[in-house]
């Protein structure tokens, strides 16, 4: 009986965890506020910055939503365009959707998006220290380029190194 329970509700999960991927939009920008601040970073981004983020032409943002109506958003990447390059200018997956494929699935989404405008390069900066992105961009092929020493401003006063990273997306 119990184990008939537990199927059942493991089989509801999934088919209320299917994740969808498309572009954000406007509406959603208190959601993309929400998933970055779980992203750990120093300043996190308000409803009023994606807000304003959208309505830019240069600025590509695509989500993974999940949920029986779609309408949760479990993470999201942010890419800033110009002429044929790219750059990440932020990518959180929420932290009770980690490590299930999300970030991967979602990074080949949205550059399947930018190679569809003609980006040929694909820039990001990651902190030294952040090993879970790092797994992930190094998954997805991108290679170190440089890196920028002292970086980061910590809130204990402390600094981090920038590594950057490129792909190629010809
Ligand atoms: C980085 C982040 C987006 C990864 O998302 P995710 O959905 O958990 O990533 P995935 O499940 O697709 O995993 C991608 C790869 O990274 C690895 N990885 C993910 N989390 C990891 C962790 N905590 N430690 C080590 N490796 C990890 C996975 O093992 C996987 O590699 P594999 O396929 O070879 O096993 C997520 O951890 C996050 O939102 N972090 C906070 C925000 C952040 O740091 N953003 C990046 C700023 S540059």
Do not use: C
Request: net charge positive; proline share 2%; charged share 25%.
């Amino acid at each position: 009986m119990f184990e008939r329970l537990l199927g059942w509700l493991r089989g509801l999960f999934r088919k209320n965890s299917t994740p969808v991927f498309r572009s954000v939009p406007v509406k959603d920008a208190a959601k993309l506020a929400e998933a970055h601040a779980e992203g750990g970073f120093m300043a996190p981004w308000s409803s009023g910055d994606f807000e304003a983020m959208l309505a830019d032409r240069s600025i590509v943002a695509d989500g993974v939503y999940v949920g029986r109506s779609g309408g949760t958003l479990a993470g999201f990447v942010v890419s800033r365009v110009a002429a044929d390059v790219a750059e990440i200018l932020s990518i959180v997956i929420r932290k009770r959707f980690r490590k299930s494929g999300f970030g991967s699935r979602l990074m080949r989404f949205h550059q399947q998006k930018l190679v569809s405008r003609r980006i040929v390069s694909l820039f990001l900066e990651v902190e030294e220290g952040n090993m879970p992105a790092r797994a992930l961009y190094q998954r997805l092929g991108f290679e170190r380029i440089g890196q920028r020493d002292a970086y980061y401003h910590k809130a204990d006063g402390s600094t981090a190194t920038a590594i950057v990273m490129k792909r190629s997306l010809q």
